[in-house]
């Protein structure tokens, strides 16, 4: 059975200052309209993940409750999953592994460096930098979700804010 996982780099966040902590960096007005854009790209195109795993940074879950709610989705349903926020690579793969076999279509929302990382060790693809609220839709083909590591999937789509913002 065929498992997507769709990687969502968090929308654009204020700028870091030493009054508020990396944490706790709320989206701009550009990261709330570019994760509206992205939710609204998602529903127009019929993609309706079963799971919702976020980092718990605000920057991070805001994106992820605003593609929740252009869903339809109950945001109290996001899977929040504290090492994602400053855990590496390896945390992403923590996160995926972890998931029931009874979902085939799972979101993550985290941050860079880490999600451009883990979106090329999984398909060997070669993203540069993923943009912010970019996501990456990577296929596995007769996998669990236990079963997924390097190179084991395929990236079949890439789309940024600015680019389903050109599709309306």
Do not use: C
């Amino acid at each position: 059975m065929k498992k997507t996982l769709i990687l969502v780099r968090h929308a654009t966040a204020e700028d870091q200052s030493f009054r508020i902590k990396d944490f706790d960096r709320n989206l701009n007005n550009k990261g709330l309209a570019e994760s509206a854009a992205m939710g609204k790209w998602f529903a127009a195109n019929d993609i309706k993940p079963d799971i919702f795993i976020s980092s718990p940074a605000s920057r991070a879950l805001k994106t992820a409750e605003i593609i929740a709610e252009e869903l339809g989705v109950n945001v109290s349903s996001i899977n929040l999953q504290p090492a994602i926020y400053d855990g590496g690579p390896r945390a992403y793969l923590g996160a995926v592994t972890g998931v029931s076999e009874n979902f085939t279509i799972l979101v993550l929302f985290g941050h860079n460096p880490d999600i451009t990382y883990f979106a090329e060790y999984l398909s060997g693809a070669n993203l540069g930098s993923m943009k912010k609220g970019g996501a990456a839709f990577i296929e596995f083909e007769n996998q669990k979700w236990e079963e997924i590591s390097a190179k084991t999937g395929n990236l079949t789509l890439y789309k940024t804010p600015k680019q389903v913002q050109g599709d309306e």
